[in-house]
């Protein structure tokens, strides 16, 4: 997503270092229903399964497509590949069972200290009070793990849940883009930031 972070603050190559430096370090996440830990191409036969409900895959442009275990065992390697050069992280969080019940998604512009989240809960686990709650607490550890100055966010334009968390949580609308699938295809979409200074204003500074 080259139109991204809407504003374009360059880092010293000091912090831009140490962004990409947390990036590669992380391993493990602890927000959301359940843990998450970092995935891997043995997981893509329960991540496909995962991803081939329509109600997850269809609005989320940048998975898969089309959608096979071959294409979801590549893009693990892409985040992995992302991880090692400090600009991308894939989580993947597992039920008591063993199947995939959420994956958690970065994509992170040193930079410009900025990142972005995605992800998805299994729909048996919606509404369970994760969602909201899990999104929070996933920006805060963007802040304070990772080192970014700005968190952007993305939503197509008929996705009403994400835009009430979004503007709940106090982030701006910066207009629209139009983001590229995989496959080729467009998506129109909403775009909000919100930057560190803001955030902790708002929720407290982690000190």
């Not at 979801?72 to 600009?87: C, H, N, S, T, Y």
Request: aromatic content about 10%; overall charge negative; glycine content about 10%.
């Amino acid at each position: 997503m080259a139109d991204l972070p809407i504003t374009k603050i360059a880092c010293t190559p000091e912090h831009e270092e140490r962004i990409r430096e947390a990036v590669r370090s992380a391993s493990e996440i602890h927000f959301g229903l359940f843990p998450g830990r970092l995935a891997k191409p043995s997981d893509a036969p329960a991540f496909y399964v995962f991803l081939s409900d329509p109600e997850i895959h269809r609005p989320i442009y940048n998975l898969p497509r089309p959608l096979t275990e071959e294409s979801v065992r590549a893009f693990i390697e892409e985040k992995l590949e992302e991880q090692a050069r400090g600009e991308g992280l894939l989580f993947l969080s597992f039920d008591e069972a063993g199947e995939v019940a959420a994956y958690t998604d970065f994509l992170i512009w040193p930079e410009w200290g900025a990142g972005d989240l995605g992800g998805a809960y299994r729909r048996d686990q919606q509404g369970r009070g994760g969602g909201g709650r899990g999104v929070k607490l996933a920006f805060s550890w963007m802040f304070e793990a990772l080192l970014l100055e700005r968190i952007v966010a993305t939503a197509a334009l008929d996705n009403v849940r994400t835009a009430r968390i979004m503007d709940g949580l106090g982030f701006q609308r910066m207009g629209e883009i139009m983001s590229e699938r995989p496959d080729g295809g467009t998506r129109s979409s909403l775009v909000w930031e919100l930057d560190r200074a803001e955030w902790f204003k708002r929720f407290g500074d982690p000190a």
